[in-house]
């Protein structure tokens, strides 16, 4: 479909890839932006939220390495008020890991600094606050690496969304139900309160919550991942102050130094994650034709998993145990809260960013993957390079709808670790 710059621009989702599109068309002259969600920026059961997210320019993939390292140039300018340069520290149990090993030619290649650890020990000279004993593990620190304040940083990106003339809807006029289509175009969107809201272009940016608006079949698949928080004394904070972000890329579990103020340390898991199976239905393609239904895994619509603080046992143990390993002195603390995080899981960890296949008037920017994020100063451009088709080529097949499609599922990038996904059962869903 040709895109005018007075056409009416629909943004189902306000997280980093949602806020982001809607920043840069606004920057490109489009007139007539609406985003709607649920919440309003830092939607608080979103992965695009909490207190931090870790920053790094390290990837296998030589795309995601070049947009990586433009977005860390951003983050030490116009967003440098969420950007806290810690340190990395990516550490493997087996003594060669692939990612690592990709990572490092990355570095290698773009002249980045980095420094080899034959023994996981010899990171304590630059990092003297880690306790554990790392004798068994190897990798790499990155001094260049670090952590960034993600509620903070989405709020600043939405304000620059007001201040380009985008609208925003927030609440049960702002909560969608379903799309709106006439055969094979999307018209609109269904709300829970009022009448449908109709664009010309629909950006469908509802991460996790995707499956349960189109089918998505295997190309994505939302996982719960365990994340732990634990609060500090001012005097346990100061003496972790230089702690890095620590990523144990065999058993998937990180932790980040506390944070600046509150003294909260922060543990997650970089797994395979939890499945919460739920039963959608599907609007017909025309009048008259059955209703697609389907099982697929999603987060809560109408209660904001937020304020629930679950995470399954057997996470909770993990997160304990990767405590125990890289800072023991803290591994039976009392949680301040837990909560499960959701991530919209791609066969390879590629984004969806394109035009729906079959479906004329919808464009995708979602399957982050759990590797989003710190792409925020620069997601939005990519977006709309595709939106606008100047995107490269080698961009557009990455994020395209075949590319997800047609995968074995769950493999990712390369980059989790721990045990395989499974579904929460009954108990633990009555509890999200
Ligand atoms: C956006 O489009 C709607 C529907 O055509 C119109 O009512 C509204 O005034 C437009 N807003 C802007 C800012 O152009
Ligand atoms: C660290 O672990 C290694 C191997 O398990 C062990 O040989 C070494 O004594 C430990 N170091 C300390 C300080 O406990
Ligand atoms: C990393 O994870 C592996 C696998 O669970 C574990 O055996 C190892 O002790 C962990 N090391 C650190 C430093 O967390
Ligand atoms: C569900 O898993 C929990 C562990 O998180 C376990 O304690 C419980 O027995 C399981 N319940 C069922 C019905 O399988």
Redesign the pocket.
Known sequence: MPRHKSDRILIVGAGVFGLGAASELAARGYQNITVIDRFPPPVPDGSSVDISRVIRADYADPIYGRMATEAQALWQTEYKDHFHQSGLVLLTETPEHPYIEGCIDVLRNAKQPFTRLGNG?EAKTAYPALSG?L??MSGYTNAAGGWADAASAIKQLAFKCAQGRVSFITGPRGTVTQLQRRGNKITGVEVLSGPPITADHIILATGAWTSTLIPTYESVISTGQPVGFIQLTADEAKRLRKLPVVINLSSGFFVFPPTPGTNILKVARHGFGYENPVEVKYPPAQKGMPVLQKTVSSPLRDRSGARTSFIPADSDKALRDGIRQVLPEFADRVWDRTRLCWYTDTPRGDFIITDHPQMEGLFLATGGSGHAFKFLPVLGKYIADVFENVAPQEVKDKWSYENAMNRSPSKGDGSRGGPKRRNLNVTERASL
Do not use: G
């Open positions: 020990n004993n004798s068994r």
